[in-house]
């Protein structure tokens, strides 16, 4: 099944606009985990959470990609609605890496 | 990675509504990643405060929360899709009352430790 697109009707509401922004201030909420999850890391030693904040940062640019992509779909006269295949529930797991790597970081600084 | 099945139930739906359950979705992602670094830097920047292993469980819990929501905020997003695209009310969700009393507890036990540092 095809991506699902409708005219641009010229939302007064900015609808797509605010959709494409809310997508940049998730990458920027990812990259700020990142970096706590890398300072955990190299304060602690931990090579683990350095890791994890790396691929916070990867999922951070892929965010930011997204956010582009989007900015584009939802511009032309043709928005496209449905988002990009994967990218929420890639999202919800980086997310999930997230709390897994900053519940990590909590018990490898106890046990230092 | 075919599309899942409830795309195909019911009618495309109005594009505000589908667009405003994207944001809706990415702002609870932010959430749980807000509480998360909440915990986070607790953990690394309150060193001063007393006893210790009550930081360490808000701080745990608060990355607990943070992995429930991520989880939560996707399940919600696919069944408020799917209400939609089938005309169907939005369905309750525990979410947000839970989350309340969440933060109301965080704040609780740090106005009594702040205290009694």
């Not at chain 1, 606009?17 to 304060?43: I, K, Q």
């Not at chain 1, 989007?70 to 609605?81: C, K, M, N, Y």
């Not at chain 2, 195909?8 to 609870?28: H, I, K, S, V």
Request: charged residues 15%; aromatic residues 6%.
């Amino acid at each position: 099944m095809a991506a699902h697109s409708v005219p641009a009707p010229g939302d007064p509401g900015l609808q797509p606009e605010r959709t494409a922004l809310a997508w940049s201030r998730t990458a920027l909420a990812l990259a700020v985990n990142a970096l706590l999850s890398m300072r955990a890391g190299f304060v602690t030693g931990q090579p683990l959470l350095v890791a994890v904040g790396a691929l916070l940062f990867a999922a951070s640019g892929a965010a930011v990609a997204i956010g582009t992509v989007r900015r584009r779909q939802l511009a032309g006269h043709r928005l496209v609605i449905t988002p990009p295949r994967g990218a929420l529930v890639g999202v919800a797991a980086a997310t999930l890496l997230a709390s897994a790597g900053g519940i990590a970081s909590i018990f490898a600084e106890g046990a230092a | 990675m075919r599309d899942p099945k409830w795309r195909d139930e019911g009618e495309e739906p109005d594009y505000r509504f589908t667009l405003a359950n994207e944001r809706t979705f990415l702002a609870w992602i932010r959430t749980a990643l807000a509480l998360l670094a909440g915990g986070v830097l607790l953990h690394q920047f309150a060193t001063e405060l007393d006893p210790r292993l009550v930081v360490t469980v808000l701080s745990t819990g608060l990355g607990v929360v943070a992995a429930v929501l991520s989880v939560v905020s996707y399940t919600r997003w696919r069944a408020n899709e799917i209400a939609i695209r089938n005309g169907r009310p939005l369905p309750f969700s525990w979410v947000l009352p839970a989350l309340a009393a969440v933060c109301l507890l965080t704040s609780a036990v740090l106005v009594v430790l702040l205290l009694v540092a």
